[in-house]
């Protein structure tokens, strides 16, 4: 009888620098969305292995916290340089375990560099600051980093996300547990052997793996002082409760239901291409996806070529899958229960199939138009390729929209008027937003951050905002002149 084998091993936890068996009491099998095919299988760890986990990160911070920024940073130099070697495999294997486009994989890499690069630059922002306060006394300020604190990664972004606290958090003297998602466990692993190779000492990066049980274990355990999370507003808002709960510092990004505010003057090409562009890129499965339009006023012309440009996004070709069979089937639940509420499906992507991928999980793009705020659609994060567009008259309703979600993460308007710009750059209330872009995500070193319920706790995960975060300040004074007494302050 012939056995069947799965193209990866079965993954395998890292602490102190070697990849470990774990003996838990379950496996998870892990798929490609791609084609619906098991590629490897994940262990659901618990307690124990993030206990060794933890021990390992601790008996490596002292030596790695003292050692200067200036030389913790040569490895993440030499590791920003393993990145562009690998840049191809490591695209794959996002894409074979993500599901979305090659491009679209690659460009999540690209952006991995670009955040390695911001915390090379990290010893230019963090000088401290030294002053004479009075004769003969002088105050210092420094950064220093917190201990052991923790990463937990969604999904969507297997090798990007971790990128927005790896580089960081570890240049600025901590220690690390990561815990990938469960569904995209890959990427971790490979991301672990080339900070290894670049130099990253013994147990400075551990990685665990597992489901909720070990999200559980990281909110609880004494030994982490600090912990990030990007997922869902649900999970992220009892990580934050749970983990800060144990005074531990805490920082989760929720989900999203952003709003691309398009007004009458909008350039129609320009505003077409890239509307449809915010909605289906990475198969919509992103917190920046827009997935609501508000149009204001007359704008069939630019609903017409919107339609006109999500044709050209065809499933297994610019379009990737979704991440699962049950990810599938809720997004198509959304488009049909809109359906039959009234809302008009201008173009339908439900039922989409890649000839000999027939069991990957695909969703074609969606425009569907007529949608009323009351929908289902209009107000619950759909995480898939789908525009739901509402009609407004005045450019408040349309503001009214937007603020009366319970999300803001981002908000965008397309106009050629820039009072226009400007009114929904003070009125929107979301934390990023863009004129005439569709996914106004921040570079380095701008930091990315949302507000309401897509964000618990102080700080932005990445760019300099995320330097509060990840360290605390220590002030000495001193003096050595005891001759020196001139006022109350010496």
């Known amino acids: 009888m012939e056995v069947e084998t799965v193209k990866y091993p079965a993954i395998r936890n890292y602490v102190g620098g070697r990849f470990v068996e774990d003996a838990p009491a379950t496996s998870l099998d892990v798929f490609s969305p791609l084609t619906g095919v098991v590629i490897s299988s994940v262990p659901l760890s618990g307690a124990t292995a993030l206990d060794a986990a933890v021990q390992a990160a601790q008996a490596a911070y002292p030596a ?10 040569q490895i993440f130099y030499r590791y920003k340089t393993l990145l562009e070697r690998d840049m191809q495999a490591l695209a794959e294997l996002v894409q074979e375990e ?16 670009e955040l390695t690069e911001f915390a090379c630059s990290l010893p230019q922002l963090i000088q401290g600051e030294f002053l004479e306060v009075s004769k003969g006394v002088e105050a210092r300020v420094e950064r220093k980093p917190l201990g052991v604190v923790a990463s937990i990664a969604p999904f969507n972004f297997p090798n990007m996300v971790p990128h927005w606290t790896i580089p960081n958090a570890l240049v600025l003297g901590n220690t690390m547990i990561l815990k990938p998602s469960e569904i995209v466990p890959l990427s971790a692993g490979r991301i672990a052997e080339l900070l290894q190779e670049a130099g990253l000492p013994d147990g400075v990066l551990n990685i665990v793996h597992g489901d909720r ?3 559980e274990a990281i909110c609880d355990h004494p030994g982490i002082q600090a912990v990030s999370f990007v997922g869902s507003t649900a999970i992220a808002k009892v990580v934050y409760i749970r983990a800060t709960s144990h005074l531990k510092r805490c920082v989760a990004l929720g989900g999203a239901k952003n709003h691309l ?13 890239n509307v449809a562009a915010s909605m289906s890129g990475c198969a919509g499965q992103r917190c920046m996806a827009g997935s609501t339009m508000v149009g204001v006023g007359a704008v069939d012309d630019i609903v017409a070529k919107i339609v006109e440009e999500a044709r050209k996004i065809v499933v297994g070709q610019n379009l990737g899958s979704v991440i699962s069979k049950a990810a599938k089937e809720r997004i198509e639940q959304h488009i049909t229960e809109a359906e039959a509420a009234g809302a008009k499906v201008l173009l339908d ?17 969606t425009v569907i138009d007529y949608v009323t705020p009351d929908m289902r659609i209009a107000q619950e994060e759909v995480f898939g390729p789908v525009l739901a567009i509402m009609r407004t008259n005045t450019l408040d309703e349309a503001l009214s929209i937007e603020n009366n979600n319970p999300y803001g993460n981002a908000a965008a308007v397309f106009t050629s008027s820039g009072s226009s710009a400007r009114y929904v750059m003070d009125h929107a ?8 872009i569709g996914v106004p995500v921040p570079r380095e070193p701008f930091s990315f951050g949302g507000w309401n319920d897509s964000k618990f706790g102080a700080c932005d995960i990445t760019g300099k905002s995320s330097i509060e975060f990840w360290t605390q300040l220590k002030k000495t004074t001193t003096k050595w002149n005891p001759e020196s007494r001139v006022n109350w302050m010496s």
């Open 98 to 113: 993500n599901g979305k486009t090659f491009d679209e994989a690659r460009a999540e890499v690209e952006k991995a560099i």
């Open 213 to 215: 049980e070990i999200v």
């Open 349 to 365: 992507g439900r039922n989409a199939r890649v000839q000999d991928h027939e069991d990957g999980y695909y969703v074609g793009a």
């Open 261 to 273: 505010l398009v007004l009458p003057d909008a350039h129609p090409d320009m505003t077409a291409s």
């Open 64 to 73: 790695w916290a003292a050692t200067p920024i200036k030389e913790r940073v």
């Open 429 to 436: 209330n979301a934390g990023m937003i863009g004129v005439n």
